[in-house]
């Protein structure tokens, strides 16, 4: 089993900044992708932003619009969301899914439990 921890959610004015973190741990796994989800009442979970743990570009939703940057650290298994120029629409349950394998086994899909981000003056 890989158990998934996000942290870093909280209150911020708008055009402030947080940086969420999701921390994936367990025995012998190997991550595939990372992706940060966020989800709002009455509506469907949408993909903020992901990840390949073995590089290559990472995928960014248009709303972004440039003020989110992913990264990663593979030695920590750990990866990062830096969110800047908050906006109040910004506002969500923030949700990490980690894609992951063990051994020869298919990857399979962990999440978070989620941490909220409130964009408010």
């Known amino acids: 089993q890989v158990q998934v921890v996000e942290s870093g959610g909280g209150l911020v004015q708008p055009g402030g900044s947080l940086r969420l973190s999701c921390a994936a741990s367990?025995?012998?796994?190997?991550?595939?992708?990372m992706g940060w989800y966020r989800q709002t009442p009455g509506k469907q979970r949408e993909l903020v932003a992901a990840?390949?743990?073995?590089?290559?570009?990472?995928y960014y939703v248009d709303s972004i619009e440039g003020r989110f940057t992913i990264s990663r650290d593979n030695a920590k298994n750990t990866g990062y969301l830096q969110m800047n120029s908050l906006k109040s629409e910004d506002t969500a349950v923030y949700y990490c899914?980690?894609?992951?394998?063990?051994?020869?086994?298919?990857?399979?899909?962990?999440w978070g439990k989620g941490t909220l981000v409130t964009v408010s003056s």
């Open positions: 899914k980690v894609q992951a394998y063990r051994g020869s086994s298919a990857a399979l899909d962990y």
């Open positions: 367990g025995s012998i796994f190997t991550i595939y992708t």
């Open positions: 990840i390949s743990w073995s590089g290559g570009l990472p």
